[in-house]
């Protein structure tokens, strides 16, 4: 297989149910999407573009010295916004492979970024995203934690994370019997062939039932492989989020940046 050449993209709006304007939030003197940018661009995989639904999120990000793209306001999804905003900033198709990093995830471990890239390897692969074991016994049970079915293998020697093609994505407790539960992190890297063809699929039976987009996919017959990591980002969804988010990125010389939390 030949090399691929990624481009990040993050899609952010400023319209938020429970934290409006979230991408403009202050995070000791940077908004939010900054941050993200930041994260993604300490990666060093490709450049990173925010996808933004709003002029001001635009000029948040250029005045950081980033690079962002103004598209339709009214996108159903992220997927669909990253769609248009590829477009826009690649109309020559250089790259071949698209991320989909959430513009809520300030204290983002740039890591994770190469190991969403990992299951590529295998040409059959359409899209890719990651997992974590849950740890935190509430989440088993918790809909709002979505589920990821897949048989990993055992962790191996090398250092690199365990891949396994993802069967199901729920929001129920699945699988049953004893063993592992894992919890699916929403980043996801497509082939650019592969984001074309999902944007263009009518919403799946599955997607609209249990409320996740990826389900899309598999009904489709879309292989999605997953990537199994350590770290669960911190999203930020609450007010409550946001402080902890502050309180990660304080600057403070004795303790370095953590790059995520389980809960």
Same mark, same amino acid.
């Given at each position: 297989m030949t090399r691929s050449n990624p481009i990040i993209m993050i899609p952010a709006r400023m319209a938020s149910t429970r934290l409006p304007g979230k991408p403009l939030a202050d995070i000791h003197g940077q908004p939010m999407i900054v941050h993200v940018w930041r994260r993604a661009r300490e990666a060093d995989l490709g450049p990173v573009v925010v996808a933004a639904a709003e002029r001001e999120i635009v000029a948040a990000v250029e005045a950081a010295g980033g690079r962002a793209v103004l598209t339709r306001p009214d996108h159903p999804s992220g997927s669909d916004r990253i769609h248009e905003a590829l477009g826009l900033a690649d109309p020559d198709r250089r790259h071949d492979v698209v991320v989909n990093m959430q513009g809520d995830l300030p204290t983002f471990d740039p890591a994770l970024l190469a190991a969403v890239l /990992? !299951?590529? @390897?295998? !040409? /059959? @692969?359409?899209?890719? &995203? #990651? %997992?974590?074991? *849950?740890?935190? =016994? &509430?989440?088993?049970?918790?809909?709002? @934690?979505?589920? /990821?079915?897949? /048989?990993? =293998?055992?962790? +191996?020697?090398? +250092?690199? =994370?365990? *891949?396994?093609? %993802?069967?199901?994505f729920s929001r129920a407790t699945v699988p049953s019997g004893e063993g592992p539960l894992y919890h699916h992190i929403g980043l996801y890297a497509y082939r650019r062939a592969a984001l074309e063809r999902f944007v263009a699929l009518p919403p799946g039976r599955l997607e609209q039932r249990e409320k996740l987009e990826q389900l899309r996919a598999l009904e489709a017959g879309m292989r999605i492989d997953l990537a199994?990591?350590?770290?669960?980002? #911190? +999203?930020?969804?609450?007010?409550a989020d946001l402080e902890r988010a502050r309180a990660l990125l304080a600057p403070d010389a004795a303790r370095p940046r953590p790059s995520g939390i389980r809960s």
């Open positions: /990992a !299951p590529l @390897v295998e !040409p /059959a @692969v359409d899209l890719t &995203s #990651l %997992a974590t074991e *849950i740890t935190e =016994p &509430s989440e088993r049970t918790n809909p709002n @934690v979505v589920k /990821a079915v897949a /048989a990993f =293998p055992p962790k +191996g020697r090398d +250092g690199k =994370p365990p *891949i396994a093609r %993802a069967l199901y199994l990591v350590d770290t669960l980002p #911190l +999203g930020v969804d609450t007010p």
